[in-house]
């Protein structure tokens, strides 16, 4: 049974930074991409962030770029969000998912809140 489980979230002044984790089991973790998607109140869940079974491709979200670091540890099996800079636009749930051989897997989400 494939599963993902977030870590990390709280709440955070702008400027802030958190790390956001993904734990996966229940399947080979370095057969998937990996990916961090949010979603704010009244919006549609979004693409934040992508990272390659190997790691050697990623990609941002123009307003993250710059700000967030996507990275894996496939000895671990858990993908990171580095996020510095926070920014009150940031508030969002944030959601994990990975893609292996074509099925899609979402984690429960953690909640990111930045405000002063």
């Known amino acids: 049974q494939v599963q993902l489980v977030e870590s990390g979230g709280g709440a955070v002044q702008p400027g802030g930074s958190l790390r956001l984790s993904c734990a996966a089991s229940?399947?080979?973790?370095?057969?998937?991409?990996m990916f961090w998607y949010r979603q704010a109140p009244g919006k549609e869940r979004e693409l934040v962030a992508s990272i390659s079974r190997g790691a050697e491709f990623t990609n941002y979200e123009d307003s993250v770029k710059g700000r967030f670091t996507i990275s894996r540890d496939n000895v671990k099996n858990t993908v990171y969000l580095q996020m510095n800079n926070l920014k009150p636009a940031d508030t969002a749930v944030y959601y994990c998912r990975a893609v292996v051989r074509g099925q899609s897997t979402w984690g429960q989400g953690t909640q990111v809140t930045v405000s002063s």
């Open positions: 229940g399947f080979i973790f370095s057969d998937g991409g």
